[in-house]
C-alpha cells in the first residue's frame, strides 16, 4: 500500500534539472492511493542554474499545481540546507552531491528519524576488455562522458581499458569525438550544446 511520505526535501544541482525535479517522488492520499503532487525544493548551486528551477516553479503554478505543494528554496549549504534538514517538519531528504555533505546530512537528520536517499561523490568509471563489443564499447564509452556536454554527476568520465587494447581504444575515442557537432542546443542537428556557465567553461 502506498503511503504519504510527508514534507520531502530533494537538492538537485541543475545539470539536469528537468529529468531530475521530483522525477520519482510523490505525495499519494493515504486512503484512496491517489497521487496528489510531486515534490520538489531544491538546494544550493548557482543562480543562474537556479533560475531555470525558478521558471519550473512557475510552469506548475501555471498547470494548477496548488500554492505550497512545491516550494523552490535556493541558498547556501549553512543557511538553507542545515534549518530544512535539522526541521522537524520535514519527513524526508533526497541528496546528490559530495560525499562529506552526504555525511553530514545523514548524522543530522538522523535527530528527526529522517528518511534519507543519497546519490554521492565517485568518478563513474567504465571498464573496457578486449573481448568486448568494439564498437558499442567506443561508441558507449562516448556518450557516457560527452552527454550533456559532460555535466551530468553520473558522467563516465574515468575510463579503464585492457592494456592490449589501450592505444586503439583511445585514438578510436579521439576521432570520434573529433565529429561531435558543436552547436545551438534548439538545432536537431547538434551532439554537443553549449555548457551552463562561465565558470563551467574555464574548468
Known amino acids: 500500500m502506498r503511503s504519504a511520505e510527508g514534507v520531502f526535501q530533494l537538492y538537485i544541482d541543475g545539470e539536469w534539472v528537468g529529468n531530475q525535479s521530483g522525477e520519482s517522488f510523490a505525495v499519494y492520499e493515504p486512503s484512496t492511493e491517489e497521487e496528489m503532487a510531486r515534490v520538489l525544493s531544491a538546494g544550493p548551486f548557482e543562480v543562474d542554474r537556479a533560475l531555470t528551477t525558478l521558471m519550473l516553479a512557475d510552469w ?37 552531491g559530495s560525499t562529506e555533505v552526504g555525511k553530514s546530512i545523514v548524522r543530522r537528520g538522523a535527530d528527526t528519524l529522517k528518511r534519507v536517499t543519497l546519490e554521492l561523490g565517485g568518478k563513474s568509471p567504465n571498464i573496457f576488455f578486449a573481448d568486448a563489443d568494439w564498437e558499442a564499447s567506443v561508441d558507449g564509452a562516448l556518450f557516457g562522458i560527452f552527454i550533456n556536454q559532460g555535466e551530468v554527476c553520473s558522467a563516465g568520465s574515468r575510463i579503464l581499458v585492457e592494456k592490449k587494447i589501450y592505444s586503439k581504444f583511445v585514438e578510436a575515442m579521439a576521432e570520434k569525438a573529433k565529429t561531435i557537432r558543436l552547436g545551438a542546443p534548439l538545432d536537431r542537428e547538434t551532439k554537443m550544446g553549449p555548457v551552463v556557465s562561465k565558470e563551467q567553461y574555464e574548468r
Open 60 to 96: 506548475f503554478t501555471e498547470a494548477g499545481l496548488p500554492p505550497g505543494v512545491i516550494n523552490i528554496v535556493n541558498g547556501i549549504g549553512e543557511t538553507c540546507g542545515v534549518p530544512l534538514v535539522e526541521h522537524l517538519l520535514v519527513d524526508k531528504i533526497a541528496f546528490t
